[in-house]
């Protein structure tokens, strides 16, 4: 019964959830993650067919474009900028430190720089060109791959969304915020391609690069509650 009691308060500091964070998934999620990055690497690196594609569909979308799509991907990227992404990380980490959740305040802070950290660093390894100036609507400067805005609404959108699914008990609540979350970094991604700034394989790259950065961090944080929880449980059933 003691046990029991002491069990609890782990519960509400978001230290256990049963069934939120399944190491096995998580590896395997993370495997299969690493491999389809590994090949899409490899595919923009030899200039293989992926690449034919990519050009096939900015030309597709160069002849396609609506003015009123236009104007909502321009304010829909933005969504992925570094100045807007950092300040909502910061005040999701504050909120969750502030509620007693620090581990998962130091998850959403952790994502979100090593996901910057390692899109820079491909950028520069792979030094790949973006596409034609006369194909893009708005300014940009840099290598292409992968996609930083892409590669950002993961790291901070499907982040807060995973979060959230590891800390409420309420199925509508996951569900709800999961699925916005995947549309905005579907958007933002999309974004990037319709206004001619990246490939298509830049944004699949920058999608799968914060999603491997993701499942890391998730991993991590399903052995440290393993550890906690049993933790917990050999010092509730230690006392008398």
Known sequence: MSGRRRCQPARRAGLRHDGSVNSSAVGVALLAVGLL????????????????GDRSVL????H?????????????????????VGPIVVAAAVLLLVWGRWRLGVLVVSVSIVTSLLTTLAKG????????LDARLVS???????????????????????????????GWRRVTVGGAAILLALG????????GVHWPSDVLGGWL??????LVALAALARTRRAQWRGTRVEGEGRP
């Not at 990055?37 to 200039?47: I, N, R, Y």
């Not at 390894?125 to 034609?132: E, H, I, S, T, W």
């Not at 933002?188 to 206004?195: C, D, N, P």
């Not at 690069?209 to 993701?214: D, I, M, N, Q, T």
């Open 188 to 195: 933002v991604g999309g974004s990037r391609v319709y206004l």
């Open 140 to 170: 940009v400067s840099g290598p292409a791959f992968p996609s930083g805005h892409a590669s950002n609404a993961v790291g901070c959108y499907l982040t807060l969304a995973a979060v959230l699914w590891v800390s409420s008990p309420r």
């Open 209 to 214: 690069l914060g999603a491997a950065v993701l």
């Open 37 to 52: 990055f590994g090949s899409v690497l490899e595919q923009v690196a030899t200039g293989g067919p992926l690449t034919d």
């Open 59 to 62: 030309r597709w979308i160069a």
């Open 125 to 132: 390894l792979v030094d790949r060109p973006r596409p034609p």
């Open 64 to 84: 396609h474009r609506v003015p009123f799509i236009t104007d909502m991907f321009r304010g829909v990227t933005v969504l992925g900028d570094g100045w807007v």
